[in-house]
């Protein structure tokens, strides 16, 4: 079965497709020009939907089956900061390393070396049959000083539950066995099973 993924984030394009081998996974931007979507919505199930909506009506395919992520990192010393926000934290334009930074910086503001954090990811699918959406959650803390040039964003100072190492630090395979996304993916895919049977009627 054949997703259209609504993202051009790349370390969730390869996170995706490595969880989905089984599906035809093809980002947006290899079907009509990518454009922006404005993600004004207040929690990560809105703006999953929101993408997944605008990339839908944008194909103008009634049979695509579209699929998107939103995703971020919540800091407990930082009130839930910077949550949805995750993406523009160090400003509209910031680079993944900006945002990163940003966060480090904010977390010794507060005399802190470390907080407890967690990610969050929602998934959306829309398609004709209607709408679903799927979470999942990693716990753990962030440290201020980044380890390691694995992952992508906020990887190098997350520290999984368990571990004492950094996303950075630690292989793919760990990731994604632990992931938020992995988890809100692993739910979703009951949700494609039902896709499928219906279409094969
Ligand atoms: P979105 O693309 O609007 O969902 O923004 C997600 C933000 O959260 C980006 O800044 C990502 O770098 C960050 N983020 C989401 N998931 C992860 C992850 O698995 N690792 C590191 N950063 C992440």
């Not at 051009?8 to 290899?30: C, L, Q």
């Not at 919505?41 to 699929?67: H, Q, S, T, W």
């Not at 503001?109 to 990693?138: D, Q, R």
């Not at 292989?171 to 996304?181: E, F, I």
Request: glycine letters at 10%; proline letters at 4%.
């Amino acid at each position: 079965m054949k997703l259209v993924l609504a993202t051009s984030n790349k370390g969730k394009a390869r996170e995706i497709t490595v969880m989905y081998s089984d599906f035809e996974v093809i980002p947006y931007s290899e079907l009509i020009s990518p454009f922006e979507i404005i993600e004004d919505a207040p929690d990560f199930k809105g703006n999953a939907l929101i993408k997944a909506r605008a990339v839908y009506k944008a194909l103008g395919d009634e049979e695509a089956i579209v699929f998107s992520d939103d995703s971020g990192i919540s800091v407990e010393v930082l009130d839930g900061a910077p949550g949805v926000f995750s993406a523009r934290y160090g400003g509209e334009e910031a680079s993944d390393r900006d945002n990163l930074e940003k966060l480090m910086r904010e977390v010794k503001k507060k005399g802190f070396s470390s907080s407890p954090a967690f990610y969050t990811a929602a998934i959306a699918i829309v398609c004709k049959e209607g709408e679903y959406t799927t979470h999942g959650w990693m716990y753990g803390d962030v440290v201020t000083e980044p380890r390691g040039d694995g992952g992508f964003g906020y990887d190098p100072c997350f520290v999984p539950k368990g571990y004492d190492k950094t996303l950075g630090e630690l292989d793919d395979g760990v990731k994604s066995k632990l992931s938020h996304r992995s988890q809100a993916l692993a739910n979703a895919k009951p949700v494609l099973g039902v896709i499928r049977k219906m279409r094969e009627r």
